[in-house]
């Protein structure tokens, strides 16, 4: 292999260039560089008296500790002698697709919470076990996956939908991989169908101001002005009780969320840690829970403790079905707002009044319970006008 020429030392060799000296460039066949014998590698002091080596063991970056130079050095040497192991070649297992969900569903059970393991046993029984039950595991291809998809959409379900089934059954072959059952995931080579963006609707500032005046004779007024003085979620507010409101100095804690399945109502911590938080209410906000607080003690409903603070006519949950059809809607109507949902009247709609006067950023998100800064700009940066350069290009080039 002829020598490749780098610039140098300034001589002359066998007729090559003034000032250019040959470089021999290793090529795939170039054996690798020596391992270090044990006796010259380097040992250092950590800081809690151990020693130390690291060094670089077949592309691996590796410590090794011990209580004397001999025995770091020792444990070395051992690395470099014991043999490799090889993987064990994989064998894929013959359970069904329905026998693995069996397995899958015990595991389910302990780890996912009440909805969402609502959400996976239908999505199982309805769509993916009637389909795959009967075939082997490791026979479950792209191909069938791709055709389970296309006669979900020719039935007439939504790109939602089966996203959501691609989601399920993806999360049960994530474990199948796991548990050594087959080799990788089919659904990665899957393509499920795009869902276009949600058609958030906020309201406008004056739409606000209409909402909260025609709700303040409703039974209901203090919930809805909460939500959209606060930005908290449905079942953040409908967990609410009543010694997680300091209402002398004007805060209201979010440790939970109200959760409403076949079985009925239950109560699940906050999906994250971000989610809970203590957020501070507005003079408005207090008003409208003390009139709350009175309407509840004169209804024989109890207003201290863990009593829940928003309640139907009996003192039990608000259904939010009940709740969006025969009291939302028909407010909405009344306040000649358009049609839209009580998340988007109240959540994003505190959101982006928030943004667009000019709140931190950072402080909406925590205030608000987001995961991130971003996930929050990303979803409302299309809803806020004024978020424009002031003029500065204008300036820039003028």
Known sequence: MAPRLMPGTRHERDGEPEGLTPLLTPHCGTEPLARKEPSVVKVRQRAD?????????????????????KEVRQKYRDALTTPKEEAPEFEPSAITVGDFFCQYDEVAR????RR???TYRCIARKHLLPSFAGIKLAELDRERVQKLYSRKRDAGLSPARIRRIHGVLSSALNTAVRWRYVEHNVCREVSPPRVPAPDI??????????????????RYHALITLGLMSGARWG?????TWNRLDLENRTMQITRTLVKGKGGYSFEDCKTKGSRRTVALGQRAIDALLSHRERQRAAGHPVTGDALVFTNTVGNPVNHSHFRRNIFKPL??????PDTTFHAATRHTWTCILLLSGV???????????SSVAFMLENYARFLPHWNDGGAMDAALS
């Open 360 to 370: 931190n950023p950072k402080s909406v998100a925590m205030q608000g319970g987001w």
């Open 116 to 118: 969402s393991l609502e």
């Open 201 to 218: 609707r906020p309201l406008s500032k004056e739409e606000a101001k209409r909402l909260l005046e025609a709700a303040e004779q409703d």
């Open 110 to 113: 302990d780890t996912m919470k």
């Open 332 to 337: 909405l109507r009344r306040a000649e707002l």
């Open 49 to 69: 008296g151990r020693k130390e080596i690291r060094e670089t063991i077949e592309g691996v970056r590796r410590s090794f500790y011990g209580k004397t130079s």
């Open 236 to 240: 953040e507010l409908t967990a609410l």
